[in-house]
């Protein structure tokens, strides 16, 4: 980090030259403090009623990830990207969870608009399990991807880590345009409000 030392100001003769305005401009634009680069823009602020979202610091690579849509297809995360992707983890036996997936339902309808994605996974272990529960909630039209085996993500007491380490239910990870993991929050929120989409559109841009 470059330091500056403050000096005392010289005294100026009665007809020394005083720049224009115009020429003080033009020298601030050209000194070394004007042409550093300005820091790197932070993330809107964003929270759910029980806790806000956490930045990772670097981000950590993800495109490699694979995730198993409900007829069994693979697709790795890498396909996503040039857009933000909202990875949220849920199960049909988390109370939170099923007053989040509704919003979640919404957001997958306007993401045809936005530039992001939203990818909810279930962490059930049968996919008939899913689709009945997703029936009966009325969100037949969700797209959700499952995670029977626990390959993708797993909570504390797992004995095998995984890429997305999960520290309650719901949960929800960020990835960037560069299909990077960007942040996490922990529990139920309102992806679907302002800021919500602020933060999504933010990682859409970031990169």
């Known amino acids: 980090m470059t330091r500056f030392r403050n000096h005392a100001p010289r005294p ?60 069994g297809r693979r697709k790795p995360l890498s396909a996503y990207r040039g857009k933000a992707v909202l990875l949220n983890f849920w199960a049909s036996w988390c109370p939170p969870c099923r007053r ?29 399990t899913v689709t009945g529960y997703l029936r009966r909630l009325g969100l037949a039209d969700l797209t959700s991807f499952i995670d029977a085996e626990g390959a993708v993500a797993s909570g504390p007491k797992s004995a095998v880590p995984t890429p997305f380490p999960l520290y309650g239910m719901p949960m929800t990870y960020v990835l960037d345009r560069e299909a990077r993991s960007v942040g996490y929050l922990v529990g139920e929120a309102d992806w679907n409000s302002p800021a919500g989409l602020e933060l999504l559109r933010f990682y859409a841009k970031a990169g």
């Open 12 to 71: 100026q003769s009665n007809d020394a030259h005083q720049p224009t305005r115009r020429e003080a401009l033009a020298l601030g634009l050209l000194s070394p403090l004007a042409a550093t680069p300005a820091a790197a823009a932070q993330p809107p602020l964003f929270s759910g009623p029980s806790s806000q979202f956490i930045q990772i610091d670097p981000p950590e690579p993800a495109g490699t990830l694979q995730l198993t849509d409900l007829a």
């Open 100 to 128: 989040e997936l509704p919003i979640l339902q919404r957001l997958q309808a306007r993401a045809a608009r936005e530039p992001f994605v939203v990818l909810p996974v279930s962490l059930d272990k049968s996919v008939s």
